[in-house]
């Protein structure tokens, strides 16, 4: 059996009207609407997920919610790790029994997230609080092909995650919290 590896990059666009023209530029069709996310990461008390540079979340969109481990990020020009995940029926009652086994969120983040289809990759139009990301997953071939067409290149490609990308960001946007969340999450772009 394989083991499920997730392959991804980021670019950075100015605004969401423009990575969505881009992205639509390409002929890419629209694969999930535009939906809020909410995403919690948990760690044990002594960090040991952190240490290992791994993964656990829990991301709430409207009813549905996944539970996510992430392995760590293995050398290269693309972000790859091992990723595995599920849907959870009940994502707040899910958190409580992590909770209740000793987890604890360290860090929690919201983006609206809008994805399409082209080629054989996914590529998703992020709208955070520290900006706008265009992410693509899929094969090492197929992310360079579309970044390509997007006009970027690999000195372009972002590999940081979302929580690293706040702590770069957070002093200059004037985030005063530990969490990288919207000031009004119903606010339309």
């Avoid at 760690?43 to 549905?64: F, H, K, P, V, Y």
């Avoid at 969120?105 to 990301?133: C, H, L, M, N, S």
């Avoid at 360079?144 to 979302?162: C, Q, V």
């Amino acid at each position: 059996m394989d083991e499920p590896v997730e392959r991804e990059i980021k670019l950075r666009f100015d605004t969401a009207a423009d990575a969505r023209e881009a992205v639509r530029g390409l002929g890419a069709s629209l694969h999930r609407g535009r939906r809020f996310q909410e995403d919690c990461l948990f760690d044990t008390d002594d960090e040991r997920l952190r240490m290992e540079r791994s993964a656990l979340r829990i991301r709430n969109e409207g009813q549905r919610s996944l539970l996510t481990f992430k392995g760590p990020v293995q050398p290269g020009p693309m972000k790859v790790r091992e990723e595995l995940e599920t849907v959870v029926a009940d994502g707040e009652m899910l958190r409580q029994v992590l909770e209740r086994l000793g987890l604890h969120v360290w860090f929690r983040y919201q983006k609206y997230r809008e994805e399409f289809a082209w080629t054989d990759v996914v590529i998703a139009v992020d709208e955070t609080p520290v900006g706008t990301f265009v992410e693509i997953e899929g094969g090492e071939a197929g992310i360079d092909a579309t970044a390509r067409a997007l006009g970027r290149s690999r000195g372009d490609y972002i590999l940081d995650s979302y929580h690293r990308l706040f702590l770069t960001n957070r002093e200059a946007l004037g985030f005063k919290g530990s969490n990288m969340v919207f000031d009004d999450p119903g606010r339309e772009s």
